[in-house]
Nanobody, 116 residues
Framework: QVQLVESGGGLVQPGGSLSLSCVAS????????LNWFRQAPGKERELVGS????????NYADSVKGRFTITRDDAKKTVYLEMRSLKSEDTAVYYC?????????WGQGTQVTVSS
């Protein structure tokens, strides 16, 4: 069993920056591909960014390319999402996700609100 706990969400003005963290426990973190998803009110959950087990292969949703950066620190069992130039449409609950061949795990989510 893997537990994922996100932190770092909050209220930020448009154009601002925010950094999310997701700490894992209960498994060998290095075996998991890691993802950040988000879900806005009334919308489906969407993939924001992903990073593979090596940390070298990353993918981003078109809507966040050039603004968001996903990284991982296996020693700290943590995956990060650095967000800059935030827009009102980035407002959502952000979820950490860990996947491997035998299944996937989710965090409880952290709210990000971009508003003036």
């Amino acid at each position: 069993q893997v537990q994922l706990v996100e932190s770092g969400g909050g209220l930020v003005q448009p154009g601002g920056s925010l950094s999310l963290s997701c700490v894992a426990s209960g498994a060998d973190f290095r075996n998991f591909n890691l993802n950040w998803f988000r879900q806005a009110p009334g919308k489906e959950r969407e993939l924001v960014g992903s990073i593979d087990t090596t940390g070298r292969r990353k993918n981003y949703a078109d809507s966040v390319k050039g603004r968001f950066t996903i990284t991982r620190d296996d020693a700290k069992k943590t995956v990060y999402l650095e967000m800059r130039s935030l827009k009102s449409e980035d407002t959502a609950v952000y979820y950490c996700n860990a996947r491997w061949a035998w299944g996937q795990y989710w965090g409880q989510g952290t709210q990000v609100t971009v508003s003036s």
